[in-house]
Nanobody, 116 residues
Framework: QVRLVESGGGLVQPGGSLRLSCAASGFPFSTYEMRWYRQAPGKERELVASITSAGGNTNYADSVKGRFTISRDNAENRVYLQINSLKPEDTATYYC?????????WGQGTQVTVSS
């Protein structure tokens, strides 16, 4: 069945970096737009970044532009989120999402905590 498994989160000091990874299986990954969302405690889920199926177009939330980079490797069925210059407000659970027409799949999330 469909699987989206995030990894790479952890506890990092402000200014540090992380690379999140999402491994996909059970669906035609290369035909799906991929997205990263995040949700902080007490807040609504926020779309952070997206990338088109072939990787030719990316979009970012204003709050993360210049610091976050989304990429994908269709041969490996993986999508990545490189996060630089981490801020405490980046603390959240980060979720991988796959979408194509009516199909919409979610991972379990990986925790990112930014604290000194």
């Amino acid at each position: 069945q469909v699987r989206l498994v995030e990894s790479g989160g952890g506890l990092v000091q402000p200014g540090g970096s992380l690379r999140l990874s999402c491994a996909a299986s059970g669906f035609p990954f290369s035909t799906y737009e991929m997205r990263w969302y995040r949700q902080a405690p007490g807040k609504e889920r926020e779309l952070v970044a997206s990338i088109t199926s072939a990787g030719g177009n990316t979009n970012y939330a204003d709050s993360v532009k210049g610091r976050f980079t989304i990429s994908r490797d269709n041969a490996e069925n993986r999508v990545y989120l490189q996060i630089n210059s981490l801020k405490p407000e980046d603390t959240a659970t980060y979720y991988c999402n796959a979408i194509r027409f009516e199909n919409n799949y979610w991972g379990q999330g990986t925790q990112v905590t930014v604290s000194s």
